[in-house]
């Protein structure tokens, strides 16, 4: 008796978390879902989601659900402890200046010609919803990456194709501050930014 009654809370426990994590996992769906149509919407309109208004609410909208500072760690990886909270701030405020250039650009939305979603899955605080976007003449996926901070779920990183967002930039990064230093690499990318402004 004793031992059929361990058994039934056992599975009580495991069929709440299920389904806990499941409630979880149509969230993040849902969070995903809602943030690519509102973008889509935009870029769908008679100006395409170039006027500085639209560009301006594309970039709200990506940064809102980001969290930067989790990406900016995971890029720069084991050099990321031995910066100073200055240091960690301004690195911060790159990486979000480099994500939103290139993932609040209207021109990579409008080359989609279909976006599926194909699941979303909970483990703990973190998260992943897994996308399928259709192109003319070809297709990609797109998983994103998503972290409980405080009482919110944001994007932290994003795979495309297999190929992590921010394990690449580490990569890159790291042998940046190999053939130069730390500040050589912050030099880089702030040139590059100003370089693209200027364009």
């Known amino acids: 008796m004793k031992a059929t009654l361990i058994a039934l809370f056992t599975l009580t426990v495991f069929s709440t978390l299920s389904f806990v994590q499941a ?9 995903v879902k ?17 006027t500085p208004e639209e560009r301006a609410e594309i970039k ?7 969290d930067f ?14 910066r ?6 301004e690195f911060t405020d790159l990486c979000r200046r480099l994500i ?22 909970v483990d703990g605080d973190t998260g992943e919803v897994r996308t399928i976007v259709s192109y003319k003449t070809e297709k990609s996926t797109i998983y994103y990456q998503l972290k409980k901070v405080g009482d919110r779920w944001l994007i932290y990183d994003m795979e495309i194709d ?15 501050i190999r053939k130069t230093s730390y500040e050589g690499l912050v030099k880089k990318l ?10």
Request: proline share 2%.
């Open 23 to 31: 409630e979880e996992a149509q969230t993040l769906l849902d969070l």
């Open 34 to 50: 809602d943030r690519n149509q509102t973008i889509e919407s935009i870029v769908s309109s008679p100006t395409e989601g170039e």
């Open 60 to 66: 709200r909208i990506v940064s809102e659900l980001f």
């Open 69 to 82: 500072a989790s990406f900016s760690e995971v890029s720069l990886g084991r050099y990321w402890k031995d």
């Open 84 to 89: 100073t909270d200055a240091e960690k701030v």
């Open 100 to 121: 939103e250039r290139n993932y609040a650009n209207p021109a990579l939305y409008k080359k989609a010609e279909n976006v599926e979603y194909d699941g979303a899955s």
């Open 162 to 176: 297999d190929l992590s967002i921010a394990k690449n930039n580490r990569s890159q990064f790291r042998k940046e």
């Open 190 to 199: 702030k040139d590059k930014l100003a370089k693209e402004s200027e364009g």
